[in-house]
């Protein structure tokens, strides 16, 4: 109470600490201050035009649309207290990324690659800061391939065979056959024609539809049969001889019931006396394995 | 090709007068301007009002090169060629000859008027089998445009893949052609959320080979054909990009030619020996003309969604259609001494008249969402939906023609065939973050679908087969992140099939992955991976035991960021054993075995001088050794030096050697040194 009866206002609740406030925008330029040749590279990497976005509200401050916002770091200049995102978990450094990116015809396929469920972020490929040749992500095919080969190891290796894409060569890159955001076909291979498989874009005398298609071709893919990173076998079989590829499926007893476990593919006559030369490479006559526009037997 | 290089090297002298002419009229103005701390770069968004204020507040452009970028060029040497000269163009395929090796140049135009900046890189230009070029322009808020361009050589001759026992010892599945790809693409920005695009993209193929031409299964002749195809596609659609969803709708068509020939004349035997007669009489061709007229086109449309519903959730959606048909017109005619061993009917041609169509409406979807439950907890569902369906109608007639005055009846033979593929994908991922450092997943894929085809010629079911498909996957994960330098990731998934279309076909099997990356340093990492795939089928008529690995280890050192020296080396060991059951002659049943025991190894050592800018020596290689079915080895190691001459032009030498063997096969082994010396330009 105070001396005329009244009571006295509540005491405005103290206000906190310096350290405890929320910290604020600073801008880009006060980042450039000390991040001057991050700033510089910064200025030339497509991600510059994030400083003109006035929707999200990130007009002149670029570098706090990712890191948050850098008051509390630019007075203490510790990196402690700005948000680093390659440092965060990968499903947190995709978020901040989708912020902007998911909206995207580029991320249709996303919820299917393995990328995004193995918790490969963003940051693992792209490289935010950088522009030039590699800034942001790399686009010559020999560039874009070693930085697919720094994580798998193993598929490089199988291009080190003789019978290969021309990959190691630099005159494919990974991104040519796969699509590292996902696609809705297994391996996040790419598609073309709307939804025909990526190996169609080279190879299109193989698509079809043909009168005689070989159904394995639609139903299981090209890699039934090759083997596209890689093999010691010519044509990049799975099986050092012809006659061994085929004859994988092409064993089955036809009868009146096909078995639950592989139905396709029927014994070859016995005309075929598979202990000569002659036979052994079932597309000396069996050529148009891939599909016949006029032959059920694949003979033209 | 030559045009087009022509063209791309015009580029930077076209663009040159105008740079210069501004750097006469402000010489040096940017270098003695000190930047303003609050200066921005130029904004090529901005109204055109505050467009003249910001570039002169901008003293970045006018600073830097307008172009920047190398030139490779020399040329290439070859020792002879030891051993298989097929073989050696099957897999390596190099040639000799001055060269264009490379161009990657960049063109920033400080005043943005055509372009912000253009990109030009080609590679392998002059002769080599892989010769492939890009542009690209861009102009910040107007377009994005970009040219690619590729032409690969396929030449495949391998002497084990074909009959080794065919006369005159040459091969009948050989082949030298080339595929042509070249993509135009343009994507204009009228606005920064309604993006329209148009894309051209051609597919190509030409070239010769030999192929067989079958005589009812008495015998077959190798002739030469050529091969000519080419698919157009041509596409446009506009995208809505806004900040809740995106909706991408684009329309697009393909043509489609194949006109492959074959045309022979002369006396062949084929594959039999003559005095193998057949009903008494030598089967010979004397002439065969073979035409191909196949045509088709397509259209397609695809639809795209995303859409973060809020915070929480994600959704996204496709639907894709496309109905390519093609039309067929083939004519044969081949004259010659011919049996008949089914009808016991000797002639002396046939000629054979295609004609019919083939149709395939081919429907996909896939549409899923991704929620957040907390800050722990994600979950992933998705479906996808894939419908083709063929219809074609062949008719076929072949006259076979008895003597000089005679021939017999037409043959027709009218078919109405069909194949029919649906398949069906369900999966369900869990995603939940113990800690901030370990992430466990799960997950379930029920995949299923049904296909009917064309049966075999023996079948007792008619002249379709059913199949169908009913998979069971469980999922399960982990990311482990303890530290920043260590990471490690699991991934394991196993399957019990109720039924599948192919006897090889993924039944029950396990396959997990584990990569783990250790970084002890920045200059320093090591990664390691481990892959293992086991596939079963043991129905008594099949026995598929299907076991692969693989695990590869690698290191890359850079200390002192590469300044001196930067190592790189990777050993992969990899194994396959794959047995299954077949019928053999006689309908016997027999065992496919097959295995290969693989060491790979790849290294590269860059040796830098830092007195010496630019100065670069690479050492390093990569060697194949394969043990098992067909063991074979490949060796390429190689050495690189860049020397500097003179401020911006290096010395580019290089040598690689080649050496492939197969210890079964030793005549497809070659060897050879390659050499290759030239200039490298860049600025």
């Keep these: ?300 | 090709m030559r045009i087009l290089l022509a063209l791309l090297l015009s580029i930077p002298a076209l663009a040159q007068q105008p740079a210069a002419e501004q750097a006469a009229g402000q010489p040096g103005q940017a270098a003695q301007t000190p930047a303003k701390p609050d200066a921005k770069p130029a904004d090529a968004q901005a109204p055109a009002d505050t467009k003249s204020e910001a570039k002169a507040e901008s003293p970045a452009p006018s600073a830097e090169q307008w172009l920047s970028g190398s030139i490779d060029f020399g040329y290439r040497f070859l020792t002879d060629i030891r051993g298989n000269f097929q073989e050696y163009r099957s897999v390596v395929n190099l040639g000799e000859g001055p060269k264009l090796f490379g161009v990657d140049f960049t063109i920033t135009d400080p005043k943005k008027r055509l372009f912000d900046r253009l990109d030009v890189r080609a590679l392998g230009i002059g002769g080599d089998p892989y010769q492939t070029a890009h542009v690209g322009a861009h102009k910040m808020g107007i377009y994005d445009f970009n040219f690619d361009y590729s032409n690969i050589a396929l030449f495949d001759a391998v002497p084990s893949f074909a009959n080794p026992l065919a006369p005159a010892g040459f091969n009948e599945q050989a082949f030298d052609t080339h595929r042509r790809n070249l993509s135009f693409s343009l994507d204009l920005r009228p606005g920064k959320h309604i993006i329209p695009y148009l894309v051209f993209e051609r597919n190509s193929g030409y070239g010769h080979g030999i192929d067989t031409w079958v005589q009812d299964a008495n015998n077959e002749f190798a002739v030469p054909t050529l091969l000519r195809d080419s698919t157009n596609n041509y596409r446009g659609g506009v995208r809505f990009e806004y900040n809740r969803f995106h909706v991408t709708l684009e329309q697009g068509g393909t043509t489609f030619k194949d006109d492959d020939q074959s045309y022979y004349n002369g006396v062949n035997y084929g594959d039999v020996p003559p005095n193998n007669k057949v009903l008494g009489q030598t089967v010979v061709l004397y002439g065969l003309g073979q035409a191909y007229g196949i045509h088709g086109d397509s259209i397609y449309s695809k639809v795209l969604v995303t859409a973060n519903l809020n915070d929480a959730a994600n959704f996204y959606g496709q639907f894709l259609f496309s109905e390519p048909r093609t039309d067929v017109n083939f004519s044969e005619m081949a004259v010659g001494n011919f049996a008949s061993l089914s009808s016991l009917l000797l002639y002396s041609g046939q000629q054979n008249l295609g004609t019919g169509a083939a149709n395939q409406p081919h429907t996909s979807a896939s549409f899923g969402w991704e929620s957040r439950l907390g800050s722990r907890l994600r979950f992933i569902d998705s479906y996808m939906i894939d419908r083709s369906h063929d219809a074609a109608s062949p008719l076929l007639t072949q006259v076979l023609l008895l003597n000089a005055t005679s021939a017999s009846p037409k043959a027709f033979n009218p078919l109405n065939y069909t194949q029919v593929v649906n398949y069906n994908q369900n999966q369900f991922d869990v995603m939940f973050d113990v800690t901030s450092k370990l992430t466990l997943r799960g997950g379930y894929r029920y995949v299923w679908g049904d296909a009917t085809v064309l049966a075999g010629q023996l079948s007792q079911t008619g002249s379709l087969a059913f199949g169908q498909l009913q998979r069971n996957v469980g999922l399960a994960g982990l990311t482990f992140r303890p530290s920043e330098k260590l990471s490690l990731n699991m991934d394991y998934e196993g399957s019990s099939s109720d039924r599948i279309y192919f006897r090889t076909s993924l039944n029950d099997y396990n396959k997990a992955r584990v990569r783990a990356k250790y970084q002890p340093r920045a200059s320093l990492y090591f990664q390691a991976n481990f892959q293992v795939l086991n596939n079963q089928n043991p129905a008594a008529d099949i026995r598929y035991d299907f076991q692969s690995r693989d695990n590869s280890v690698a290191v890359n050192w850079m200390p002192k960021a590469g300044k001196v020296i930067t190592f790189m080396g990777e050993y992969d060991r990899s194994t396959l054993n794959s047995n299954i059951s077949y019928l053999g002659l006689f309908l016997a049943p027999m065992t496919s075995s097959y295995y290969d025991r693989a060491h790979t190894a790849t290294s590269a050592i860059d040796i830098a001088c830092p007195r010496l800018p630019g100065f670069k020596l690479t050492v390093g290689g990569s060697l194949f050794i394969a043990s098992g079915t067909r063991p074979s080895r490949y060796y390429q190691p190689l050495a690189r030096l860049l020397l500097p001459l003179h401020k911006n032009v290096y010395w580019n030498t290089e040598w690689k050697y080649y050496g492939f063997g197969e210890q079964f096969y030793l005549f497809e082994g070659f060897r050879t040194h390659v050499f290759q010396t030239g200039l490298r330009v860049s600025r």
């Excluded at chain 1, 499903?91 to 919820?111: F, S």
């Excluded at chain 1, 490929?125 to 992500?137: A, T």
Aim: charged share 20%; aromatic share 6%; net charge positive.
């Design chain 1, 1 to 300: 109470m105070n001396a005329w009866g009244a009571q006295d206002k509540p005491a405005a609740p103290a206000a906190p600490p310096e350290e405890n406030k929320p910290a604020t925008f600073v801008g880009s330029q006060a980042c450039q201050m000390c991040h001057e040749d991050i700033f510089n590279a910064f200025q030339k990497n497509p991600h510059e035009i994030v400083d003109k976005d006035k929707k999200r509200g990130f007009e002149n401050n670029a570098c706090e649309s990712c890191h948050g916002p850098g008051s509390k770091h630019a007075e203490s200049t510790s990196a402690a207290d700005i948000r680093q995102p390659a440092k965060l978990k990968p499903a947190e450094t995709d978020k901040i990324c989708l912020r902007c990116h998911l909206n995207q015809p580029t991320h249709v396929g996303r919820l299917n690659s393995s990328h995004a469920k193995n918790q490969v972020s963003c940051a693992a490929c792209h490289s935010i800061h950088k522009n030039g040749p590699n800034g942001l992500v790399p686009h010559k095919a020999a560039d874009v391939n070693q930085l697919c080969a720094q994580c798998h190891t193993d598929i490089w290796a199988s291009f080190q065979k003789p019978y290969k894409h021309r990959v190691p060569e630099g005159a494919m890159s990974c991104v040519d056959c796969h699509n590292p955001h996902g696609s809705f076909l297994p391996r996040s291979i790419q598609t073309v024609n709307a939804n025909e498989p990526g190996c169609f874009k080279c190879h299109g005398d193989k698509r079809g539809p043909f009168p005689f298609e070989h159904a394995p071709v639609r139903l299981e893919g090209c890699g039934a049969c090759h083997q596209p990173h890689g093999s010691s076998n010519p044509r990049m079989l799975t099986r050092p001889e012809v006659r061994f590829v085929c004859l994988e499926c092409h064993s089955n007893l036809p009868g009146p019931k096909p078995p639950a476990n592989g139905t396709l593919g029927t014994v070859p006559p016995a005309l075929h006396d598979l202990r000569s030369p002659r036979f052994q490479n079932c597309n000396l006559c069996h050529q148009k394995v891939h599909g016949s526009y006029v032959n059920r037997d694949f003979f033209k």
